[in-house]
């Protein structure tokens, strides 16, 4: 089976997907977006305009599958006539309020062959027929590492407790000024710190070097680095969003909150234990995603 990956900026989660798939014995071809995309600049109307006769080529090159990833795309892959379409929403393309995205992934997940949402959160979101089938971990990168170790490899030289923020501060939906008043709040010095702009191959020692992760989000369809970190057995303090509820309800020494002041007694709680969670073992692998997707490749061309 042959499966041409559409996707406007190739993601660490997405290539372990097509990875997952790839191994399920589907061949896939991934055709990106042109031009350059970062948290300052957007591709411009002329880059999905040359994206365009680029699939129609390739769809008539004798792929069995086309599926687009972020509702953005979805009409690219609806657009040509000889091939079903996998629609493959991530999260803000459905849930987004300052977008018209959302009104063009809802489109696009009528006019497709099969929707997938990684997230039973992102259902609420979508009154179209589609699977939920979450991200899998590479548990062999994410994985757990002596916490000295993590923090000689990354250079943190410090005794004291320190607390994770995985994100850029200056993404607005990630909340930091909230990450800031409950690592203030905790009784006792804790080093609040933030991981962005570093190779992947890193985040599981930023992960592991740390003595818990801390999640403010106001809103996620995930995220992933909730996974990460209980498949390296690191506790997390998390607001309920996305599949964090589900992926820790049976976590030892992590917590879900609803308000600031249960992340403050939260994450106070998770450092007084001063020990690791037991996360490892609710963390699907990659192996079900892939097969759980080819399921889907095989159902649409019958």
């Keep these: 089976m042959k499966v041409l990956q559409l996707v406007n900026t190739p993601r660490s989660f997405f290539e372990k997907q097509v990875a997952a798939v790839e191994a ?16 300052t600049e ?10 365009y006769p680029d699939v129609l080529d390739h769809a008539l090159d004798d792929y069995d599958v086309i599926h ?18 996998v629609l493959h929403l991530w999260g803000s ?14 489109l696009s997940a009528r006019l497709s062959d099969a929707v997938v949402l990684p997230s039973e959160t992102m259902s609420d979101h979508l009154d179209t027929d589609h699977e939920v089938i979450p991200w899998g971990v590479d548990t062999e990168q994410f994985r757990p590492i002596d916490r000295e170790r993590a923090r000689d490899r990354l250079g943190w030289d410090t005794d004291g407790p320190v607390v994770l923020f995985p994100y850029p501060p200056g993404r607005e939906v990630k909340n930091y000024p909230l990450a800031e008043r409950v690592a ?10 933030t991981m962005h702009g570093v190779p992947y191959e890193d985040v599981p020692f930023y992960m592991n070097a740390s003595d818990a992760v801390l999640v403010t989000s106001d809103r996620e369809s995930g995220p992933m680095v909730v996974k990460e970190a209980a498949a390296c057995n690191v506790p997390v303090v ?7 509820r589900e992926t820790l309800t049976d976590v030892s020494n992590s917590r879900v909150c ?12 998770v450092l007084d234990a001063g020990q690791r969670s037991d996360g490892r073992a609710a963390v699907d692998g ?5 097969a759980e997707i080819e399921r889907v490749y095989r159902r649409v061309t019958g």
């Design 258 to 269: 609803e308000t600031e002041s249960e992340l403050v007694a939260g994450l106070e709680s």
């Design 184 to 193: 203030d709040a905790v009784d006792g010095d804790v080093d609040l710190r």
């Design 238 to 244: 998390s607001t309920d969003v996305g599949f964090v």
């Design 68 to 85: 687009a990833h972020y509702g953005l795309l979805g009409p690219f892959a609806i657009a040509q006539p000889s091939c079903p379409v």
């Design 93 to 106: 393309d459905l849930m987004a309020t300052d977008s018209f995205v959302p009104r063009l992934s809802r």
């Design 42 to 51: 957007s591709r411009s109307a002329v880059d999905y305009l040359r994206y």
């Design 286 to 290: 990659l192996d079900r995603m892939g």
């Design 24 to 39: 399920h014995g589907v061949s896939c071809t991934t055709l990106t977006v042109p031009g350059e995309h970062s948290t």
